[in-house]
């Protein structure tokens, strides 16, 4: 079972970008109150109103592979945790 805090579903609707399915597309949603989006995700382009999309992920579900703005990375679950998605 998920830790609650990647099931619950904020005010605005947003989720845990972690809760997606595999081919799930979503937009970046604005952070909590407190946790801002790590600069190097920011960098990266995950900035609140981009689209991306969970292109698959590892057996163990960590990594996570993801595809935004026209690239592909993988990323480790602990990297990406903090961030909230409005699903499509």
Do not use: N
């Not at 972690?18 to 790590?38: C, K, S, T």
């Not at 600069?39 to 990594?63: K, M, N, S, W, Y």
């Not at 592979?65 to 499509?88: D, I, S, T």
């Amino acid at each position: 079972m998920q830790p609650a805090e990647k099931r619950e579903t904020g005010a605005d609707g947003s989720i845990s970008l972690l809760a997606l399915a595999v081919g799930a597309r979503a937009r970046i949603a604005e952070p909590l109150a407190g946790v801002p989006i790590p600069r190097r995700l920011a960098d990266l382009g995950f900035v609140p109103g981009t689209e991306l999309q969970i292109v698959r992920r590892a057996p163990f579900g960590d990594p996570i592979e993801l595809e935004l703005r026209g690239y592909r990375l993988c990323l480790r679950a602990e990297q990406v945790e903090a961030l909230r998605v409005l699903p499509a």
